[in-house]
């Protein structure tokens, strides 16, 4: 953190960039608390490869639009995740190619950059992993979206509400229906237990 941005801890998101509009050096706090969890989003996306740019581009679009930034939302995660989300829309061939070789090999892509978690990932649930990856693939790019920021990224519904920019009840009908959609591919494979 830059010298003199200091005294933000107890501070909300929206209030940290309030004060980068004046001074806007004061967003790298924003980015400082956040980074983390946008990275880990995108490159399970994407993987860790592209990751970083998606990241970048998230923060820097993020930090042009933070004029329009609701300060009454006390954290950005769920606004960063849809400026995220809008992101990897640009990189989506990537990611359904990564679903693919996943599906084919086993290997989780963004895992096997370490090989011994790789070979781990291979041994515990390597076929279940290739089954889960080929029926993310086969989701709608909306459905995917849904599902991966609730599952992966752990928001509620109403922050992937707010990351898309969509109301609740369409966040809960897609993921209903891609659930749906999830559970009769995996049926052919018996793996729907795992969907609850």
Known sequence: MAAGLGGH???TDGAVIIRSLENPEHFEVVYDRHVMAIHRYASRRVGITLADD???ETFLRAFRARFRYDP???SALPWLYGIATNVLHTHRRREKA???AWERTGADPVVAADHAEGVVLQVAA???ARQ???ALAR????ERDVVLLVTWAELSYEQAAESLGIPVGTVRSRLNR???RLRDILNRFDLSEDLG
């Open 9 to 11: 801890a107890g501070e």
């Open 54 to 56: 998606v990241a970048a």
């Open 72 to 74: 009454a939302a006390a």
């Open 98 to 100: 990564q679903y693919r």
């Open 126 to 128: 390597g076929e279940r």
């Open 132 to 134: 889960l990856s080929g």
């Open 139 to 142: 989701l709608t790019q909306k």
């Open 178 to 180: 891609a659930r749906g």
